[in-house]
Structure formats: C-alpha cells, structure tokens
C-alpha cells in the first residue's frame, strides 16, 4: 500500500513539473513584448528597458522558469503587470469564489446522481427506469451556460427569487454567498449529474449480476439492503473514476458559468488578462487549474484504498 | 446481417437529425433564408413565427439562417478536432498496445494522463493567450483533448486483440508488428472507434459552444451558436427567443449524434446492449 502511494506520489511530481515546461513555454511564445505592451506605444526605450529589468523579463528563459516555480513554491505567483498587484492575492481573492461554487455543484451532482442513478439499475427497464434515461439522455445534450440562461430567465427574472447575477462577497453573510451562488451550481450540477447518473446505474447493474449478490440474498438480506451494504460499495469504483475526471469538466464549466451570473471568480480574472495582455495572470491561473485537476485525481486514486481493500494488499 | 428494418429506431432518428444539421450547414453556403451580414433595423428583434420563422436579432437578421451559418462552424470545429483526435491518438494507442512492455509505451500513456489534466477550456486560454482568438484555437484545444481519449480506447481494444489466435497465425507467417497493426487490429477496433467518434463529435459540439460563448473560439462576423448565446445574454429579459433558438439547435444537434452513437452501439456491440437494456 505504501509501495503505491509512493508511486502515485512521483507520477504526481512529475505531472506537475512537466505541465509547468508546457504551460511556461506556450507562454513564452507570446508574440509581443508584455513590457512595451504596459507602457503604451509611445514609450522611451531606455523606460521598456528599466520596466523589463524591473519584471525580470531581461533574464534568460531558464533562469525565469525556475525563478517562476519556485515562487510558486513559496506562495509567490509574481506581479500582475495590469494591476500592479500580487497576483498570488488576486487569485486567492477570486478562489473564493469559484472554489466554493464548484465544491457546491459537485455536492449537488453527487447527492443527485447517485440515488437516481441507483433507482433506475433497481427499476432496470421499467417505467421509472425509462424515465430516467430519458431525463439524463437530455441532460448530456444541454449545454450548461444555456441551462444557466434558463434558470436565470425563469428564477431570476420570471419569478424573482433569486438574483439575475453577480455576488454580494462572504461579508454580507453565509446565507447571501450561499443563495448567489445556488442558481450557478444548479446549472452547473444537473448536466454533470445525467452523465453521473448513467455510469452509476451502468455500474451498479454490472455488480448486481455478481455472485456475491445473489449469496448476499441468499442469506436473507433483503434486495435494498443488499444493494446497499454490498452492491454500493462496489459500484462506486467507476463511479469515483468519472467523478475524478468530471470535476476538470466542473472547474471549466464553473469558469464559463461565472460568465452568466458576472461571478467575480476566476473566469472573470483569467478572461481580462487576456485582453489586458497580462501573461503571468493567465500563467498562473492555468497552472493553478492543471494543478488541481491532477490534485484530484491523485486523491481520487487514494480514494480507491479506501473503496476497495484489495488493493491495500500489494502494489 | 440483420436487414435494414431491425436496426434500432435511435439510428434512424439521430441519423435524421445529425443529416438535417449536415445539409443545413452544407446548404447555407449556397443559400440561407436571409442574408446574415446585412443589418435591418426595422425588423429586429421580431419574435418567431411572423415573417421571420425563428425570429430576429436586435440586428434585424433572421435567426434560422444564423443557426444555418452557424451550424457551419460547430459542426466544422467539432469534426475537425475529432479528426485530430483519432489521427494522432489511434497510432499512439496501437503502438503502445503493440510493444505493451517498451518503454516508450508506458510514456505514451504517462502522456495521455497528462493531456487530461488539460480541459479543452485550459488549452484554449493558453493558445488564446499567446495568439489570440480564433475558431482555430477552439479545433486545436478540442482536438488535443480529444487525443487521448482515442488512444486509450485503441489501446485498451488492441490489446485484447493481441492475445487471439488471428494474430498469433498473422505473426507466424512472419507479418511485422506495424503490418498487424494496420492490417488486423485496426479494422476490427473500428467500429468501437466509429461509435466513440460520434460521442467526441457531440461533445466537440458542447465544447465548441462553451469556447465561443465565452470568446475564444470562432470571431465577429462569423456567427456561431456559442457566439449567438453571448450576444443574447443581455437581451434575454425582453426577447427570450434570442437565447432559446441557437441553444435549443444545440441541444438538438447533441442529441441527435448521441442517439446515433447508442443506436450504432448497440449494432456493432450487441454484448454491450444487453447490459445497457
């Protein structure tokens, strides 16, 4: 067990620091001097020169790489050339808003997907079962930025019950965050919950047809309870799989989303910074998404440990 | 073989609907109910069904020749990445299936994870960052992640290929790896690649929408669905419809390859229909 936690852990390592080369180098390609960018067309040569000392742009590429990561290391992600600013601190600003709105919608998806899920393999080929399938069959095709317009339209300008947008920050209360950030996960977890939903059902059929299913009823567990103390726990593994690749989906899709609701979250951030031209903010923002995603598929890897005990024996 | 009328009804109705999106798309280079690049501000923003079938823009241009034009690109893009997809990840897959115990196997697929890691929307801000927006960033990005997706399923299939009888007589009559590749596994993974490429063109079509949508696909003047559905945000309040049509053909053309692809499935892979029904 500890043999593969290790080699979980290197492969990790290694992730990161290769997807930090790739991310530094499609960086680095930018036409177009940030310097000059900055300070406007009509600039002195020798105010470009002291600004991209000032930036470190003077330095060699390899020099500035590692400079770069071991910044990063340090919690330093270098200055916004834009703002000015820390953009360690911007982004910590904006994490507050998009971490909690893909948290909140991976919940929701969860807590949706898997009792439905569950229903429809119980009820196979049933009406509820068609049901189902039929829902989560629409649910893979809407596009979950327009589901978001939809919500806004019916529950923000129909009937009013939320807000059409934008977030009152965590000051104005628990509550208000919250309910701002309510109509955003709703569009974002129901599309995510169809396609969790079908691998859950999918699974769970595949494990009801095991032998140990049927000696589980066979020593008088009735069929709900058996496919609860033993079939759930084995139908979580390609569960957990896709839940590990869905929150990238979830991540991007919460970017995207902000778009509709004005959310002041990373999507905001790394948007401007394209127009602004500001390449260290993008930089770090890519970085800091990769870096998540593989965070946690790391954990989802451990999470099998903890699913499945055969694999704490060996390797 | 089983005669045209016991295939599975799903082929039939998302074979219709991914055609009627084709010859859309394919006929409004020759013609479209209106011109899209003309402004008429006496008729914008109609509602559908007067003389506008789908309605107007707050341009006065009539929608369901822009779902027309737009199909163009979100049918184009998505296709296009999935071309990429399968061209470059289909070889990897077969060569690491190939060689199971070489080391540049392991590295193929070490790759693949990695390409994971990188959302579609990731590479599109990085591509978007260093050469600005344009519908070909969005074919690149959906393209690269749709890479390992091929690879993995290619590589997955021929590797169980690897250990029949077929292959082993193939081998004996002296054929080479590359040889057996190409001439044995590859048409009998085809149909697993067929199906899977109708799922990746359908969410090359989402992706496609979500990238322009937030501005880092396709550009003005080229409507594109995604595009259409920014433009509409501000409007949604008082013309509703504006946000409804190029969302809904977006649903509809999404639906449509997913039927498809579960009809073929189910053709080509009957052993997975059984577990599914």
Same mark, same amino acid.
């Given at each position: 067990?500890?043999?593969?936690?290790?080699?979980?852990f290197?492969?990790?390592?290694?992730?990161?620091?290769?997807?930090?080369?790739?991310?530094?180098?499609?960086?680095e390609?930018?036409?177009?001097?940030?310097?000059?960018?900055?300070?406007?067309i009509?600039?002195?040569p020798?105010?470009?020169?002291?600004?991209r000392?000032e930036?470190?742009?003077?330095?060699?590429?390899?020099?500035r790489y590692?400079?770069?990561?071991?910044?990063?290391?340090?919690?330093?992600?270098?200055?916004?050339?834009?703002?000015?600013?820390?953009?360690?601190?911007?982004?910590?600003?904006?994490?507050?808003?998009?971490?909690?709105?893909?948290?909140?919608?991976?919940?929701?998806?969860?807590?949706?997907?898997?009792?439905?899920?569950?229903?429809?393999?119980?009820?196979?080929?049933?009406?509820?079962?068609?049901?189902?399938?039929?829902?989560?069959?629409?649910?893979?095709?809407?596009?979950n930025?327009?589901f978001?317009?939809l919500?806004?339209?019916?529950?923000a300008?129909?009937?009013?019950?939320?807000?059409?947008?934008?977030?009152?920050?965590?000051?104005?209360?628990?509550?208000?965050?919250?309910m701002?950030?309510?109509?955003?996960?709703?569009?974002?977890?129901?599309?995510?919950?169809?396609?969790?939903?079908?691998i859950?059902?999918?699974?769970?059929?595949?494990?009801?047809?095991? /032998?140990?299913?049927?000696?589980?009823?066979?020593?008088?567990?009735?069929?709900?309870?058996?496919?609860?103390?033993?079939?759930m726990?084995?139908?979580?593994?390609? *569960?957990?799989?896709?839940?590990?690749?869905?929150?990238s989906?979830?991540?991007?899709?919460?970017?995207?989303?902000?778009? *509709?609701?004005?959310?002041p979250?990373?999507?905001?951030?790394?948007?401007?910074a394209?127009?602004?031209? /500001?390449?260290?903010?993008?930089e770090?923002?890519?970085?800091?998404? *990769?870096?998540?995603?593989?965070? *946690?598929?790391?954990?989802?890897?451990?999470?099998?440990?903890?699913?499945?005990?055969?694999?704490?024996?060996?390797? | 073989?089983?005669?045209?009328?016991f295939?599975?009804?799903?082929?039939f109705?998302?074979?219709?609907i991914?055609?009627?999106? =084709?010859?859309?798309?394919?006929l409004s280079f020759?013609?479209?109910?209106?011109?899209?690049?003309?402004v008429?501000?006496?008729?914008?923003?109609?509602?559908?069904?007067?003389?506008?079938?789908?309605?107007?823009?707050?341009?006065?241009?009539?929608?369901?020749?822009?779902?027309?034009?737009?199909?163009?690109?979100?049918?184009?893009?998505? =296709?296009?990445?999935?071309?990429?997809?399968?061209?470059?990840?289909?070889?990897?897959?077969?060569?690491?299936?190939?060689?199971?115990?070489?080391?540049?196997?392991?590295?193929?697929?070490?790759?693949?994870d990695?390409?994971?890691?990188?959302?579609?929307?990731?590479?599109?801000?990085?591509?978007?960052?260093?050469?600005?927006?344009?519908?070909?960033?969005?074919i690149?990005?959906?393209?690269?992640?749709n890479?390992?997706?091929?690879?993995?399923?290619s590589?997955?299939?021929?590797?169980?290929?690897?250990q029949?009888?077929?292959?082993?007589s193939?081998?004996?009559?002296?054929?080479?790896?590359?040889?057996?590749?190409?001439?044995?596994?590859?048409?009998?993974?085809?149909?697993?690649?067929?199906?899977?490429?109708?799922?990746?063109?359908?969410?090359?079509?989402?992706?496609?929408?979500?990238?322009?949508?937030?501005?880092?696909?396709?550009?003005?003047?080229?409507?594109?669905?995604?595009?259409?559905? &920014?433009?509409?945000?501000?409007?949604?309040?008082? &013309?509703?419809?504006?946000?409804?049509?190029?969302?809904?053909?977006?649903?509809?053309?999404?639906?449509?390859?997913?039927?498809?692809?579960?009809?073929?499935?189910?053709?080509?892979?009957?052993?997975?229909?059984?577990?599914?029904?």
């Amino acid at each position: 067990m500890i043999q593969f936690v290790m080699r979980r852990f290197l492969s990790l390592i290694a992730a990161l620091a290769v997807s930090s080369v790739v991310i530094f180098l499609v960086i680095e390609v930018a036409p177009g001097d940030p310097a000059s960018f900055m300070l406007g067309i009509n600039a002195q040569p020798d105010t470009v020169a002291a600004l991209r000392a000032e930036l470190g742009l003077d330095q060699p590429k390899l020099q500035r790489y590692v400079s770069w990561v071991l910044g990063m290391l340090q919690g330093d992600f270098g200055i916004s050339y834009t703002y000015r600013a820390p953009v360690g601190q911007m982004i910590a600003d904006r994490l507050w808003v998009s971490l909690p709105l893909a948290i909140y919608a991976l919940a929701l998806s969860t807590l949706i997907a898997i009792p439905v899920g569950a229903y429809a393999a119980a009820r196979r080929g049933r009406a509820g079962d068609m049901m189902v399938m039929g829902a989560t069959q629409l649910g893979v095709a809407v596009p979950n930025f327009w589901f978001a317009m939809l919500l806004v339209l019916m529950f923000a300008i129909k009937l009013q019950w939320f807000s059409a947008g934008g977030f009152p920050g965590w000051e104005a209360g628990l509550g208000q965050g919250i309910m701002a950030l309510s109509l955003p996960a709703i569009a974002l977890a129901l599309p995510q919950a169809a396609i969790l939903a079908r691998i859950m059902r999918s699974a769970l059929l595949d494990v009801l047809g095991e /032998d140990y299913m049927r000696t589980a009823r066979a020593k008088g567990l009735s069929r709900p309870r058996a496919i609860w103390r033993h079939g759930m726990r084995n139908a979580m593994i390609p *569960v957990l799989t896709i839940l590990g690749l869905q929150f990238s989906f979830l991540l991007a899709g919460a970017i995207i989303i902000e778009q *509709v609701f004005y959310l002041p979250g990373l999507g905001r951030l790394v948007f401007q910074a394209i127009t602004q031209r /500001d390449l260290i903010v993008v930089e770090s923002v890519v970085m800091l998404l *990769v870096f998540t995603v593989i965070m *946690v598929n790391f954990l989802v890897d451990l999470a099998y440990l903890w699913v499945d005990p055969r694999l704490r024996g060996d390797g | 073989m089983k005669g045209v009328l016991f295939l599975p009804r799903t082929i039939f109705i998302g074979g219709a609907i991914t055609a009627l999106f =084709l010859l859309a798309a394919l006929l409004s280079f020759i013609w479209t109910p209106h011109d899209v690049t003309g402004v008429a501000i006496a008729q914008k923003l109609r509602p559908p069904f007067g003389d506008f079938i789908l309605g107007t823009d707050h341009f006065g241009r009539d929608l369901l020749s822009m779902v027309m034009v737009g199909a163009r690109v979100s049918l184009a893009v998505a =296709l296009v990445a999935v071309g990429i997809g399968m061209g470059l990840g289909v070889p990897l897959g077969l060569a690491a299936a190939a060689r199971p115990n070489a080391w540049w196997s392991d590295a193929i697929m070490r790759l693949n994870d990695l390409i994971f890691a990188f959302p579609a929307l990731v590479i599109a801000i990085l591509i978007t960052a260093s050469f600005g927006a344009s519908a070909l960033n969005a074919i690149i990005a959906i393209g690269i992640f749709n890479i390992p997706v091929f690879a993995r399923l290619s590589r997955g299939a021929a590797l169980a290929l690897w250990q029949r009888e077929f292959i082993l007589s193939a081998r004996v009559c002296g054929k080479s790896d590359l040889r057996i590749s190409a001439e044995h596994i590859l048409p009998n993974i085809a149909n697993i690649l067929i199906v899977q490429g109708t799922i990746q063109f359908s969410l090359g079509i989402l992706a496609e929408a979500g990238l322009s949508y937030v501005g880092l696909g396709a550009q003005p003047p080229l409507p594109s669905w995604g595009r259409m559905l &920014a433009d509409a945000q501000t409007m949604v309040s008082f &013309a509703p419809h504006l946000a409804l049509v190029p969302g809904l053909a977006i649903v509809l053309a999404v639906l449509g390859l997913n039927l498809l692809g579960d009809g073929l499935r189910d053709v080509m892979d009957p052993r997975l229909k059984e577990r599914q029904a």
